[in-house]
């Protein structure tokens, strides 16, 4: 699994609509193939910054990503709407395929 953690910082004016701009590109990459999830948190501290956390079955999912047409796009118009270069954390987690139950807390009965 390629596991990815973006952090962007996006420009004042645009951050309450930030989800709205970015829902084609969400929604266009959650319906690739080795898509394992997408998903865009925002900051409770500082709600100009998001999180996007996403994750792809394997190296070729993750190229066949960066390869498509509304990831280019995405790439093309998300400049004009970001405050900072976004930061990344990208790795490989072999043999994993998604979200495991964390040991350490479940529900009450």
Same mark, same amino acid.
């Given at each position: !699994?390629? %596991? ?9 004016? &645009? ?9 084609? $590109? ?6 690739? =193939?080795?898509?394992? %999830? %997408?998903?865009?948190?925002?900051? /409770?501290?500082? *709600?100009?910054? +998001?999180?996007? @956390?996403?994750? $792809? ?6 190229? /066949? &990503?960066?390869?498509?047409? &509304? %990831? ?5 118009? !998300?400049?004009? +709407? @970001?405050? =900072?270069?976004?930061?990344? @954390?990208?790795?490989?987690? *072999?043999? =994993?395929?998604?979200?495991?139950? !964390? /040991?350490? @807390?479940? *529900?009450?009965?």
């Amino acid at each position: !699994m390629i %596991f990815i953690v973006v952090k962007w910082k996006i420009r004042p004016e &645009h951050s309450d609509n930030w989800l709205s701009l970015a829902a084609d $590109f969400t929604q266009a990459t959650r319906a690739e =193939a080795g898509n394992l %999830f %997408f998903e865009w948190n925002r900051n /409770a501290d500082d *709600p100009t910054v +998001y999180t996007l @956390v996403e994750a $792809f079955a394997d190296a070729d999912a993750g190229a /066949a &990503h960066v390869q498509s047409a &509304h %990831f280019k796009s995405a790439m093309e118009w !998300m400049p004009d +709407y @970001v405050a =900072a270069t976004p930061q990344i @954390v990208n790795v490989e987690i *072999p043999g =994993a395929n998604g979200w495991s139950e !964390m /040991a350490e @807390v479940s *529900p009450r009965s």
